[in-house]
């Protein structure tokens, strides 16, 4: 008599019995299996391994217990969204065209494998600077550069989610592929299309999360170069839009005191950004932050980058009277910015404390006594940047009031290892987070190294240390971690100029 089941699996995937890459049989993942999530077909559910005897005639299906929905009634799949990014739901729920319903070819495989690796939940999301991501899938099958540098991506993400990486990325036989693909569709008829520039933003988000030692800036050289050929997204390409807002904020950052980024300002880039900006609102939870307050933010953070420009022009200058005074009309402007800045952050904070988006805990492991808590990464992510912000601006503040022999330079520095201990608050929750999202969360203990007196350093030491735990990019003396902290914060907030790229 034969047996009964022998695995928990859904029926779906037994009847097709696919062998699919690192997955011989449905992999479990409920309330929707991965396979059947990349297929767009209703998951049936587990198996019940107990085996029904019946006295019905041979043929006849034993009926579904334990309140199994039949294979032909949609599973009902109650989300909570408090802790779930509007993002995460759309692997499943979006109208993009998913994958060929058999995944024998090469890019179905990826595919799969892509969104297997975007299935870890609220702790796990790999999204936080890389919104494009989910609209991949579908695009695979028109680009191989593209194939090759998602394929890179998965297989660098299961080795450091695996805690042994091997080796360097540049060695991994999937790397040269990539690099190799990418030449050729930039030599050929692809050098501007979307698939060509997702391409190349995921080898640079590549070369800062997975390479040892400190990342190349060649490719930010080529992503330059490139979005200048290519010009301004098309609007209605939901990839070319969430790309160029990924690009333009990878060069913001790398190019913060150069001027090489101008062609941002033209009309047609700056509807785009718009359009980025106000899709990333409404599919994100940003907790009480308004879509006004995020365009808000988003003029702060360019014209602080703008300050930094001229603070690291003038604080170069001999300090003659003109340039006093150049330094105080600065000071009035960055003082403005700070002071609006300030008051969308404070409004937001006691907005998050009373709807419970944000709680704050005692904390008996951290010298600051408390600890934040966040319903999601996606807005711990952009209170954090709001912070760092204040950070930066009043960093500006600060230096300039002691250039020009102010008053006002100790009353600025207490509000600056204000600003910094409440960034500081953030990180326990940073470190619950998976490997690769908490070192998105790095910019903000760079910039606030420097107010942390000894106990604090000693702290934020340890979460680097924590962070860097598997990618080992820091080395392990920290006497040369203290050196590069300090050097990328002085870097980060003005008072060192970038390198220059070319």
Known sequence: MPSGP??????TCKDRK?????CDLCDENWPTCTRCAVMNSPCPGPTSLVKFVTKKPHGARASNTGGQPSAGEPRQVTF?????????????????????????????HIALRLVSSLERGPQGITTLSMSYLPELPARLSESKCLRDSVDLFCSALIDLRNHKPEGELHVMTQYGKALRSLRMALLGNEAVK???????????????????GTPSNVHTKGILQAVKMKGPPKLKDHLDVAVANEL??????????????????????????????????SEVDMGPFSKHDTFEFVECSKKLHAFMVEFNQLSNQSHTTETKLAIESLCRRVSEVEVALARIVAAAKNSTLKQGTMDEKPDPESPLGTKYEFRSPNYA???????????????????????VGSPDAEITDKRLRERCRESWKCLPYVLSLESIVAENFMGPIYVSYEAANEE?????????????????????DRSQI?????????????RASQPNLG
């Open 248 to 281: 333009y904020g990878i060069l913001l950052n790398d190019w913060s005191l150069r001027e090489s980024c101008s062609f941002f300002n033209e009309p047609g880039w700056q509807v785009a950004i718009d359009q980025g900006i106000e899709q990333f609102a």
């Open 482 to 494: 203290r050196q590069i902290m300090v050097e990328t914060a002085r870097l980060m907030t003005g």
């Open 80 to 108: 909570k969204k408090p802790h779930h990014p509007i993002w995460f739901h759309s692997i499943y729920q979006s109208d993009y065209q998913k994958p060929r319903s058999n995944p024998t070819t090469r890019y179905d």
């Open 456 to 476: 604090e350093e000693e702290y934020l030491l340890g979460a680097v240390e924590y962070i860097d735990r598997y990618v080992k990019r820091f080395p392990s």
């Open 381 to 403: 992510m952009v209170y954090l940047g709001a912070v760092s912000a204040q950070i930066g601006l009043l960093r500006i503040l600060h230096d300039s009031a002691v250039i």
């Open 6 to 11: 022998r695995s928990r699996g859904c029926q």
């Open 194 to 212: 979307p698939e060509t520039m997702a391409a190349m933003a995921l080898i640079e988000r590549m070369e800062r999360l997975f390479r040892r």
């Open 18 to 22: 696919l062998k699919v890459i690192r």
